[in-house]
């Protein structure tokens, strides 16, 4: 039911009253030049290369994975880049006390918290119907329940401060959902959706915190190396391939310029957004297709949980080595008649339907 204007306005004031919370002494300050951070997933992939890329501006990081030995490498790199400081937190972020912990420390190094970036992820591929269900769970618990731990943890300081920035890691496939995937695609199409709310309810709060949601598409991580896998086949990265650094470049943005709510990485994947808007039983087969094109190596591969359950094994690194693997021109002729046979099939039959 729809609230009237002066409840609204009463709820308002009440949501701001609220959000002073346990650690109201805090003093409201403007985000520092050398600002506080907190990472999750800062082991590897996308998350790593943040805290290279906040390392090099000095930041003074908290970082936050489940594998305390590469943690310590990340630790070594940031240092050597130029951070301020570094520390680290071990742990799960489906855990609340580790999301604790890391803001925790964040405060009692530094006195405040001026950036959280959710970027902790796991995946899993294989068909819906034959991915065992704590599988599936498994990827939802660590990339909503993850996420949404990490802000409540966040907002417990930024709210009293009245400063700070939550970047949320999505993807494309929130947006555009791809087949064999259906836990990570509805997983972040719910870390987009938990970004608008939360943004609603901070505004109504009358609080200048910002949540902006930054949604990559296929990068160059070890991903595909860590993923679950119940498909039988290798898996790898689905072409166009971007470097990490482009969605970096976003993260760093929404920083910078936190009132722009979403942000998604390269033109190409703001096209595809689009295209799904305007015609999604389209798009979503022009997905399908490339899936089924670029995905899937030719050799075998056994079931395997990936990282689902556990941390990723050393070496780990920012990189997974797929731009350097050249695609077969073959290969993208093919997924570009794919994608545009099932565009085809889909004006017809809404012609005719």
């Known amino acids: 039911m729809l609230l009237s204007f002066s409840r609204m306005v009463g709820l308002k004031v009440g949501l701001s009253r609220a959000a002073a919370g346990p650690v109201a002494r805090l003093a409201s300050r403007p985000m520092s030049a050398s600002p506080v951070v907190v990472i999750t997933g800062a082991s590897s992939g996308l998350g790593r290369a943040t805290a290279h890329a906040f390392a090099r501006r000095h930041a003074r990081l908290v970082l936050v994975a489940r594998g305390a030995a590469a943690l310590d490498d990340v630790t070594a790199e940031c240092r050597s880049l130029g951070a301020r400081d570094v ?19 964040a405060v009692a190094r530094h006195g405040r918290l001026d950036l959280w970036v959710n970027d902790a992820g796991v995946t899993g591929y294989g068909r819906f119907w034959e991915q065992p269900a704590d599988e599936f769970a498994r990827v939802l618990d660590v990339n909503v329940r993850g996420y949404a731990n990490g802000m409540r943890s966040a907002l417990r300081v930024m709210l009293p401060q009245r ?37 609603s309810e901070l505004s109504l709060a009358g609080s200048p915190v910002h949540v902006v949601s930054v949604l990559p598409p296929t990068l160059d991580t070890p991903i595909f190396h860590h993923a679950g896998n ?22 760093l943005a929404a920083w910078r310029h936190p009132r722009v709510p979403e942000r998604t990485v390269t033109a190409s994947g703001r096209a595809v957004v689009r295209q799904h808007r305007r015609r999604p039983k389209a798009a979503e087969g022009a997905v399908a297709a490339q899936t089924l094109v670029g995905q899937f190596a030719a050799s075998p591969a056994a079931d395997s949980t990936g990282n689902l359950f556990a941390a990723s094994e050393p070496p780990v690194s920012v990189t997974g080595g797929w731009r350097r693997r050249s695609v077969p021109r073959r290969l993208v002729a093919l997924a570009a008649a794919a994608a545009a046979t099932v565009a085809v099939i889909g004006a017809v039959r809404r012609r005719n339907g």
């Open 87 to 105: 520390a680290v937190v071990a742990g799960d972020t489906t855990d609340r006390a580790t999301t604790d912990r890391a803001v925790d420390t």
């Open 163 to 199: 400063s700070g920035v939550i970047v949320n890691v999505a993807s494309i496939l929130g947006e555009v959902p791809q087949p064999f995937t259906a836990a990570y695609s509805s997983s972040k199409a719910a870390v987009i959706a938990l970004g608008r709310s939360v943004r």
């Open 230 to 251: 119940r498909t039988g086949r290798a898996l790898k990265a689905l072409p166009p391939v971007f470097a990490p650094e482009r969605a970096v470049d976003e993260i």
